[in-house]
């Protein structure tokens, strides 16, 4: 009886202790449960990933004075890229914040980071991302920031890029700190300011048809003869000349609709070919010497009225061309040249990128599209050439 008894205080016992254990261990993983998720510094940090933990620490115990909402999303970025950023020699995460950070260009902005190290990274990005690294480095690093203003004008061409820099140089000397208008290096040099008047010039891309460029950079073939003249046959518009037929088609257009207007367009002179224009140029130069006839007359070769795009343009029959401009038809040609494709060819205040004076009775066909958008632009055509056709 009495071993039965104490078997059975055993028993309890046992059952007790057991009880006791359970409670026990249960209480030291509901504390370190607990207890982790206190000290957890990214649990509620967003795009936490407990898998991940480990390394948010991890890094979080180099860089202390860093944001926890950036170290997450920083280790998660490495891991989705499988990027090791203990094998990296700087701070990865400085970069990869940044506007522009592309994972592409990774190593060259390490490679850059090396040579440049007191460089502003987002400088270190924008170079790199725009294929720049060579240039600063031939140039030295304080030509930088030039070259960040640079690219982003609007009108920035990749191909021009040491023309502008040598065309900057010509004008400051080296000392890329003295502030210049990018813009007006961009316009320069895309209008080929940097070289002088019919000095480095081609033969223009015929092909290019209505949109062709011809002046003191681009020649067109001396034997050049458009395949569609025909001759003005109505003296409503002009005198007897030749012009290219689909410009003739258009100009008469827009012809009877300034007559709507009470307004008359009259074509005083249109295509000349090479030798038309040889002996007109060399009239000017035997009157006026060759610097003053360059820059009224184009040589012969040079000039736009023989592509049979470009037209003078007088207010009515027998009149000379500097009467045009205080006409009722140079003002209606203003508001509405560009809705039939025609242009201002020779702006005034433009004289330094076409080359010639400033001439209100030289109009230039061109189409719509592109008349619409020198004039919306305010460009030359020089400037229009380079831009969008060239």
Not at 78 to 84: A, P
Not at 340 to 352: A, C, Q, S, T
Request: hydrophobic content about 35%; aromatic content about 16%; proline content about 2%.
């Amino acid at each position: 009886m009495r071993t039965r008894r104490r078997k059975q205080k055993i028993k309890k016992l046992i059952i007790l202790c057991l009880i006791v254990i359970i409670i026990i261990v249960s209480l030291i993983m509901l504390f370190k449960m607990l207890f982790k998720k206190e000290t957890n510094l990214f649990n509620n940090i967003n795009n936490y990933q407990a898998n991940y933990y480990d390394d948010y620490m991890k890094y979080y115990d180099k860089n202390k004075n860093s944001d926890k909402e950036d170290i997450v999303n920083f280790i998660n970025y490495c891991k989705n890229n499988s990027l090791d950023y203990d094998e990296i020699s700087i701070d990865l995460i400085k970069f990869y914040k940044l506007n522009n950070f592309d994972l592409a260009n990774l190593n060259r902005y390490l490679d850059y980071y090396k040579n440049h190290k007191d460089s502003d990274l987002l400088q270190i990005i924008n170079i790199v991302n725009s294929d720049l690294e060579s240039v600063s480095l031939e140039y030295g690093e304080e030509i930088n920031i030039f070259l960040l203003n640079l690219i982003n004008e609007k009108y920035y061409i990749k191909d021009n890029l040491k023309r502008y820099i040598n065309y900057y140089q010509k004008i400051t000397g080296f000392d890329y700190k003295e502030p210049y208008n990018t813009k007006e290096i961009i316009t320069n040099v895309n209008a080929n300011l940097d070289y002088n008047f019919y000095e480095n010039t081609e033969i223009t891309d015929i092909s290019k048809d209505t949109l062709m460029i011809v002046n003191k950079h681009y020649k067109i073939p001396d034997d050049y003869k458009p395949k569609n003249l025909v001759y003005i046959d109505d003296w409503e518009y002009g005198y007897w000349n030749l012009i290219r037929a689909d410009v003739y088609e258009e100009f008469k257009k827009m012809s009877k609709e300034a007559k709507k207007d009470n307004v008359t367009l009259f074509i005083a002179s249109p295509y000349r070919s090479y030798n038309d224009q040889k002996v007109l140029y060399n009239s000017y130069v035997a009157n006026d010497g060759v610097k003053n006839a360059d820059t009224y007359s184009a040589r012969p070769g040079y000039s736009e009225h023989h592509t049979g795009l470009a037209m003078d343009l007088i207010p009515e029959f027998g009149l000379q061309l500097d009467t045009f401009e205080n006409s009722a038809g140079f003002k209606w040609m203003q508001e509405n040249a560009h809705k039939y494709g025609f242009i201002l060819r020779y702006p005034k205040d433009k004289e330094y990128i076409t080359g010639y004076m400033y001439e209100p009775w030289h109009y230039r066909y061109v189409g719509v599209d592109a008349a619409t958008t020198i004039k919306n632009e305010g460009l030359t055509f020089e400037e229009y050439y380079e831009y969008y056709v060239k």
